[in-house]
């Protein structure tokens, strides 16, 4: 299996005993058998560890780990990576499924262009702006790292990487989201990608739960959190940025300015405006009276008000 096409399922869940048989049974009805398919329970309190460890016993491709306390997405997909063998990474979340012969066309576009290590296939949801973005628009197209700091492409894909790859970015364990941080390292690391217009999942776009909450500035640990992937964006790519989207870069330290005062981080306000030459009275002034706990409050209360 080392030299051929093979795949690792990476599947973290929490609470998802509603939906995670689905999941696991678009997998194991799968035609391709060159898989693995690695779960990791992230502490759920329902009934969905009893549920994948039942089915687990008549699957054996299903390696199934738990974790004894809540510790986030990212946490478990880099304990499920840690733990691949295969030559293909890829993610389904628990509330997802494959389509029928999904491997099977992942398997066969790999093979029909070889040479990537890491392949973007389309997901379901966003059709319309696959049509709609000329790099996106035909079956298949080489990307680049430039083409995602240009911001030609953005969003999520179905990701495709190489186990070599993908081991040495784990994603930030810290940050729980925010996946787009190590993904963009990837695609440096790459420098291209294949993208793939074809469709092998079904991902699931209706829930706003835990995760889809953390992506929302309604408490003090979601502005922590942007802030913090915002750091690091910026540490990360300022070059890239500098020199081909100025505009992206000084959206992201105009946020961190406003995070930064909103966290009472008035040493990081001080030394990332004199860093980009953002002389802002107004900042100068919630610094001196120390009122980011106001610019907290006022931030969390327009986030809850918007998602309502």
């Known amino acids: 299996m080392k030299n051929e096409i093979s795949f690792s399922i990476v599947t973290p869940v929490y609470n998802r005993e509603d939906c995670i048989l689905r999941c696991l049974k678009s997998v194991t009805k799968q035609k391709n058998n060159n898989y693995e398919h690695l779960i990791v329970d992230d502490g759920s309190t329902d009934g969905t560890t009893n549920l994948i460890e039942e089915y687990a016993k008549t699957h054996q491709q299903i390696h199934f780990f738990k974790f004894s306390k809540n510790q986030g997405v990212n946490a478990a997909r880099n304990y499920a990576i840690k733990n691949c063998k295969n030559k293909y990474v890829l993610f389904l979340d628990s509330d997802d499924y494959m389509n029928d012969n999904a491997l099977d066309t992942i398997e066969e576009n790999i093979s029909l262009h070889q040479g990537y290590s890491h392949y ?24 680049n790292f430039y083409n995602w700091i240009k911001n030609e492409i953005s969003g999520d894909f179905l990701h495709v990487i190489s186990r070599e790859i993908i081991q040495q970015f784990p994603f930030d364990e810290k940050l729980r ?27 699931e776009i209706s829930r706003f739960d835990s995760v889809s909450k953390e992506a929302t500035l309604i408490n003090s640990n979601a502005i922590q959190s942007q802030f913090e992937f915002l750091k690091q964006m ?63 409050f006022l931030i969390m209360s327009y986030s809850r008000i918007k998602h309502l």
């Not at 973007?120 to 990307?143: G, P, T, V």
């Not at 990837?186 to 217009?197: D, E, R, V």
């Open 120 to 143: 973007l296939f389309a997901q379901n949801h966003r059709m319309d702006y696959y049509r709609s973005n000329s790099l996106l628009s035909s079956d298949f197209i080489e990307i």
């Open 177 to 203: 989201i925010y996946e787009e941080l190590n993904f963009m390292k990837m695609y440096k690391f790459s420098q291209k990608q294949l993208f793939i217009n074809k469709a092998v999942m079904h991902i």
């Open 234 to 296: 910026i540490d990360s790519f300022e070059v890239d940025y500098k020199k081909y989207n100025i505009i992206k870069l000084n959206s992201m330290i105009n946020r961190c300015l406003i995070f930064s005062l909103a966290l009472s981080d008035y040493n990081y306000y001080k030394y990332l405006s004199k860093k980009y030459q953002k002389n802002i009275l107004l900042g100068k002034v919630m610094c001196q009276l120390g009122l980011g706990p106001f610019l907290k």
